[in-house]
Each structure stands twice: as structure tokens, then as C-alpha cells.
């Protein structure tokens, strides 16, 4: 009887073990397609990033074709385009120039 509860406590280890691996292996793919499913969103947020900084770029550019200082270009982009002021400040746009000579 005793020889029966060994080969039972074998068998359960191997199944525990079994099951260990699977379950690991499982939480490895479901790991892995949350790093790829992330590095799809960055690349998301990256495009969005791009695309509202070349329509400030161009909303700026706009504001300077009509002779505005820069006062008057982040008062527009605040009034007419709900563009917060600290988005438009020269460091960051001279960041923003830095960031779309990057992907140019």
C-alpha cells in the first residue's frame, strides 16, 4: 500500500509539474504579445506625437507668414486653437524642431 501512495505522489509531481510548465509557458506567450501589443502603442503615440507637432509647426509657421512676435503667436494658438502656452514656448519648440529633424 505504502509502495502505491509513492508511485501516486510520483505521478502527482509529474503532473504538478506538467501543469508548472504549461502554466509558465502560457504566462511567457501571453508576456511576450503584451511587449508586442505595447511596442504597438509607442509606435501609435509616437505617429499622433508627429502629427500634432507638424500641425503646430504648421500653425505657427502660419502665425509668422503674418508678421506675429511670439507673444502673438502663443495668444493665437491659445485662443483660436486651444494650444496651451507651454506647448509653444521657444525651449519647446526648439525641442520640437530637435524631434522632427530626428524622424525627417
Not at 2 to 8: L, T
Not at 16 to 41: D, Y
Not at 70 to 97: C, M, R
Amino acid at each position: 500500500m505504502k509502495g502505491n501512495n509513492f508511485v501516486s505522489h510520483e505521478i502527482f509531481s509529474f503532473f504538478l509539474c506538467v501543469s508548472l510548465h504549461l502554466c509558465i509557458g502560457i504566462i511567457k506567450e501571453g508576456l511576450q504579445l503584451l511587449c508586442v501589443n505595447l511596442f504597438r502603442i509607442c509606435d501609435i503615440l509616437f505617429f499622433l506625437a508627429v502629427l500634432v507637432s507638424l500641425q503646430v509647426q504648421n500653425l505657427i509657421e502660419r502665425c509668422l507668414q503674418l508678421y506675429m512676435n511670439q507673444k502673438e503667436v502663443v495668444d493665437t494658438l491659445l485662443e483660436q486653437a486651444k494650444i496651451e502656452p507651454g506647448f509653444t514656448e521657444l525651449g519647446n519648440l526648439h525641442t520640437s524642431w530637435i524631434f522632427l529633424n530626428l524622424i525627417g
